[in-house]
């Protein structure tokens, strides 16, 4: 069973490679979509079919992953316990993140667009507050690693 899964893999990943080697090269030799010709804004007209395939590219590897882990996780329940502390320290970050998080409109003589409100203000700090604790927490697990082998001879 499992070499016909591995076949049936197989062809399916060379099939959407082969898609996406044609996507490319209509990409970068294709026609360009009328009054953009010559220009530095010049669009392929294959751009929007392009970011539709990626999408569904995406989708089919969401999918994937979250089969395969649901799989793994019912012939292996052992493992759901990382993961349900995975998701509670990722509650932790992000319930921090967003205590730390300010939405005060900025100031900004020149700008004109649409995004300087609290809303989007806000939920930008909470992403840049996760990014800066996931940084940390990389910097004090590589500091570890080093400094725990001195400690284990």
Known sequence: ???KIT????????????????FAILFYVGS?????EGTRYEEPTITNSFIVF?????????LALVGFA??????????????LVA????????????????????????YKGSDNIPRTLFWT???LFVAYF????????????VVSKYFKK
């Open 1 to 3: 069973m499992s070499e």
């Open 7 to 22: 076949r049936i893999t197989s062809i399916l990943l060379w099939a959407l490679m082969g898609i996406t080697v044609i």
């Open 32 to 36: 360009v979509v009328p009054g953009t």
């Open 54 to 62: 990626a999408y569904i590219l995406l989708g089919l590897t969401i």
């Open 70 to 83: 649901l799989r793994n996780y019912i012939l292996n329940p052992k493992g759901l316990r990382g993961l």
């Open 87 to 110: 998701l509670g320290v990722a509650v932790v970050l992000v319930a921090l993140a967003a205590l730390l998080a300010d939405n005060t409109v900025l100031d900004l003589p020149h």
């Open 125 to 127: 700090d909470i992403g």
């Open 134 to 145: 996931l940084l940390a927490g990389a910097f004090l697990t590589i500091i570890y690693s």
